[in-house]
């Protein structure tokens, strides 16, 4: 991995895991005393630091990301999302319910790709890149 071989890797292993539970305890499993419970307002945090994360930088390596790409697609979204509509504030709900009905179709964003847009907000080019998170999708 050229120019950033002094980073420490922390590997997440698709094949470990089916569901997005499944992820959210890969991805906890990686932190030094802190447990991450799945909220991705709380995973954006933790990929800011402070949280069991190592300090200056790291590279984060998904193996098999492309069986966690099927795992966490529109299906999987609209879990999540149904999930989220329950508890979400009624300002919130139109656009929710927008967001499920494309899923529904097989449109939009996967939750996969919503995890992949915020670590890659956190290395380069995003827009918290001096968090210096480098994903590497195997």
């Given at each position: 991995m050229t120019g950033?071989?002094?980073?420490?890797?922390?590997v997440i292993d698709g094949s470990r895991f089916s569901d997005f539970a499944g992820f959210t305890r890969e991805f906890s499993g990686l932190l030094d005393g802190y447990r991450w419970r799945g909220s991705l307002d709380a995973f954006n945090d933790v990929l800011r630091g402070g949280f069991g994360t190592p300090d200056g930088g790291w590279v984060l390596r998904w193996l098999d990301s492309r069986t966690s790409r099927?795992?966490?697609?529109?299906?999987?979204t609209i879990l999540r999302l149904t999930e989220l509509l329950r508890t979400c504030h009624p300002?919130?709900?139109p656009s929710i319910e927008a967001r499920i009905a494309a899923a529904r179709r097989g449109a939009g964003p996967t939750l996969f790709d919503e995890i992949v847009d915020i670590i890659r907000n956190h290395g380069p080019g995003g827009r918290e890149a001096?968090?210096?998170?480098?994903?590497?999708l195997a």
């Open positions: 950033h071989d002094d980073l420490p890797v922390l099927a795992a966490l697609g529109h299906e999987a300002s919130n709900r001096e968090d210096r998170v480098l994903l590497e």
